[in-house]
């Protein structure tokens, strides 16, 4: 069991992938599960991501402030500043500009810790600014897409604000209180986690796909492109700001993957909850989902192929 759920986690991408790909082909494979599951699972995957921190990895952001700092003004300016501006470059419609400037306002992705291990980049720091914007993300996401959407769209802040709680913090609190107070239980099911969370994201894409298949199709290559860019421009400018703040290399490396990896689940979701009336706008969040594994695994082979000291 445990080397099938290895295996599932290694071709985590190519599994979204092929799951997106045949939601767009065939529809009717995952059309027929509602998208209001998508919370739920998403909430799971943040209950795993809670069973997986430590006290530890909260002491990281006390004890390293300034990489800290550094790691979410990147993180809550850079992506956000890039979603806005490629919507505006590329005159993209008013759903799609949305679901993309959600996608920019999300916290850091938690698939990016295995990505930064993968990269031999600062696996400490990478686990630090997860936990740090994802407890900031209540408060900044939705200021963020009030500020960069408030124009296009009613943006409701109060309502997104407790979407976040409720799907992100709470789940995670409840996974920190099981390992304290049920840790045997808990190391035991935590191996399966990556499996677990692979197939949960992939479910999601998949779902999203299914449901807006016809306006994908449309609308495909613009929006396809525009993720893509936005992903690639967060990698490349999370690692410079790392070179020329003269960080390390393997902080720079941490801060250009936790910086172009969002947490594009939640932006699907907040988009189904807050922009039920603009359906388009869940389709960003569900590309990224499938670009930034496989760009992910990419740049990993990259940056520790190039490792230098």
Not at 148 to 171: D, E, K, Q, R
Request: aromatic share 8%; charged share 10%; proline share 5%.
């Amino acid at each position: 069991m445990q080397k099938i759920c290895n295996f599932i986690a290694k071709w985590m991408g190519v599994m979204v992938l092929m799951v997106a790909a045949l939601s767009l082909i065939v529809p009717a494979s995952l059309a027929w599960i509602g998208t209001w599951v998508i919370n739920p699972m998403l909430g799971i995957i943040m209950f795993g991501m809670g069973l997986t921190l430590s006290p530890q990895d909260f002491k990281i952001v006390l004890s390293r402030p300034k990489d800290i700092l550094i790691g979410c003004l990147t993180q809550f300016t850079v992506m956000p500043l890039l979603a806005w501006g490629l919507t505006w470059a590329f005159s993209l419609p008013q759903e799609l500009a949305i679901g993309v400037i959600l996608v920019g306002c999300c916290p850091g992705g938690t698939a990016s810790n295995v990505i930064t291990y993968l990269a031999k980049g600062d696996l400490a720091l990478s686990v630090g600014m997860t936990a740090a914007s994802t407890v900031l993300a209540p408060l900044l996401t939705p200021l963020l897409v009030w500020l960069l959407a408030g124009t296009m769209v009613n943006v409701h802040t109060t309502g997104m604000l407790l979407s976040i709680v409720y799907i992100v913090i709470l789940p995670i609190v409840c996974g920190l209180l099981c390992q304290r107070f049920i840790p045997k239980m808990t190391q035991r099911v935590t191996p399966y986690l990556p499996a677990f969370s692979s197939i949960a994201v992939a479910l999601t894409v998949g779902i999203v796909v299914a449901h807006n298949a016809d306006r994908l199709m449309t609308a495909g290559l613009l929006v396809v492109l525009v993720v893509m860019l936005h992903n690639m421009l967060g990698l490349g400018v999370g690692y410079l700001v790392g070179r020329l703040l003269r960080l390390p290399r393997a902080k720079s490396v941490a801060l250009s993957i936790e910086v172009g990896m969002q947490n594009s689940g939640l932006a699907t979701s907040l988009a189904v909850m807050h922009f039920a009336a603009f359906p388009l706008a869940t389709i960003p969040g569900a590309v990224f989902s499938v670009w930034h594994n496989i760009s992910g695994a990419i740049i990993a082979r990259i940056y520790a192929r190039h490792k230098t000291e």
